[in-house]
């Protein structure tokens, strides 16, 4: 059975870090590409970041380049996000997602995933 299982959120203030984790069972990362995504109260879902099955090639939204990175540890089973210099507008519910069908080399947040987890609250407050 396929699944993953998110981690890691919680309060932090501004400019506080957290790190993500995204645990999967039922499937091994190097076949599938991995993606973040958040949804706030009352917005669309956003996708935040990706890595690749090869986890050579990964991708960031303009809203957290240089401050959130993507990585994964095979032996593991596990994909991380760690997210720095964090703002109140990241609040919100962070998802990560797996999808078998972006081929090796490349990933997408704007693909559609198969795989879901069932989320992890993130808020950044004083």
């Known amino acids: 059975q396929l699944q993953l299982v998110e981690s890691g959120g919680g309060l932090v203030q501004p400019g506080g870090s957290l790190r993500l984790s995204c645990v999967v069972s039922g499937f091994t990362l190097n076949y599938y590409a991995i993606g973040w995504f958040r949804q706030a109260p009352g917005k669309e879902r956003e996708g935040v970041s990706c890595?690749?099955?090869?986890?050579?090639?990964?991708n960031y939204a303009d809203s957290v380049k240089g401050r959130f990175t993507i990585s994964r540890d095979i032996a593991k089973n596990t994909v991380y996000l760690q997210m720095n210099s964090l703002k109140p507008e990241d609040t919100a519910v962070y998802y990560c997602a797996a999808d078998p069908y972006q081929g090796g080399s490349s990933c997408h947040v704007d693909y559609e995933y198969l795989y879901w987890g069932q989320g992890t609250q993130v808020t950044v407050s004083s």
């Open positions: 890595i690749s099955s090869s986890g050579g090639s990964t």
